[in-house]
């Protein structure tokens, strides 16, 4: 899915070399849980991609579950709701099943100082991708090297699943390695940033269910949004579960914090 012979073609062309060191990444151990996460949320709430409720995009990706440990990564400020108060602040908490969303502050606790979520290149780079999500081509200025796909008419999403991902965070200042989805993987698994299991909230994944593979970007939840079908199919960029694809790879960590 989600794949096409233009990865191979003018991407061959215009891959672009990077080491860890010029990514600022250095793959390290998570901290022991009871530090790790230290904050508390409440149980079944919502949890989101992002934070407008009245845009279908932000609709939820799964709850909160069962488990009130959390770790705090960033706060942004959208729409007002109602919650345990009235607020327009909401976190992006990575519960302690490893899942990342949005959740409303009124139902977050022990709540501890984190960064704006504009400051962390990950998150800049998930907006990007959710704001292309119904888009069956690309904006015009992204028709041309070095993100000059092909075959197929120019901009076109369907079969440019590795476009999406590069552009984003290129858009968010991160010098992404630029190749088709199976050799992005294959880059940073020998500098040692990919991962198994659940992605931090806006880290690329992978699979590698054809000769291309296949990438997109974690929204949260068990939640991705990429590209869809095959050159000429024009089928628009949406969400979708990263378990629906065959052979799940991981996802890397190219971008720090």
């Given at each position: 899915m989600n794949?096409?012979?233009?990865?191979?073609?003018?991407l061959a062309t215009a891959a672009v070399g990077l080491t860890a060191a010029m990514i600022g990444i250095v793959a390290s151990a998570a901290p022991a849980q009871a530090a790790y996460y230290s904050s508390t949320v409440v149980s079944g709430v919502n949890l989101r991609p992002c934070v407008d409720i009245n845009n279908g995009n932000c609709s939820p990706v799964g709850t909160t579950?069962?488990?009130t440990a959390a770790k705090m990564e960033c706060w942004r400020d959208g729409s007002w709701a109602t919650g345990a108060y009235y607020s327009n602040r909401w976190f992006l908490l990575e519960l302690s099943d490893t899942r990342e969303g949005f959740v409303h502050s009124s139902y977050v606790g022990s709540q501890t100082g984190v960064p704006n979520c504009n400051d962390l290149p990950r998150v800049r780079a998930a907006d990007?991708?959710?704001?292309?999500?119904?888009?069956?081509r690309a904006s015009q200025d992204y028709w041309y090297s070095p993100y000059d796909w092909s075959p197929g008419e120019l901009g076109e999403w369907s079969g440019d699943c590795a476009k999406l991902p590069t552009i984003a965070y290129r858009n968010?200042?991160?010098?992404?390695?630029?190749?088709?989805?199976?050799?992005?993987?294959?880059?940073?698994?020998?500098?040692?940033l990919t991962r198994s299991g659940i992605p931090r909230y806006g880290d690329p994944v992978w699979w590698n269910e054809t000769q291309w593979g296949h990438t997109a970007i974690y929204i949260g939840?068990?939640?991705?949004?990429g590209t869809q079908g095959l050159?000429?199919?024009?089928?628009?960029?949406?969400?979708?579960?990263i378990y629906s694809h065959a052979n799940y790879l991981g996802w890397a960590k190219v971008s720090s914090p």
């Open positions: 794949v096409g012979s233009r990865h191979a073609r003018r579950g069962s488990s990007w991708a959710i704001a292309q999500i119904g888009q069956t968010a200042g991160v010098n992404y390695y630029l190749a088709n989805a199976i050799n992005q993987w294959n880059y940073y698994a020998n500098a040692g939840g068990t939640t991705a949004v050159d000429g199919q024009w089928r628009p960029v949406a969400r979708y579960d």
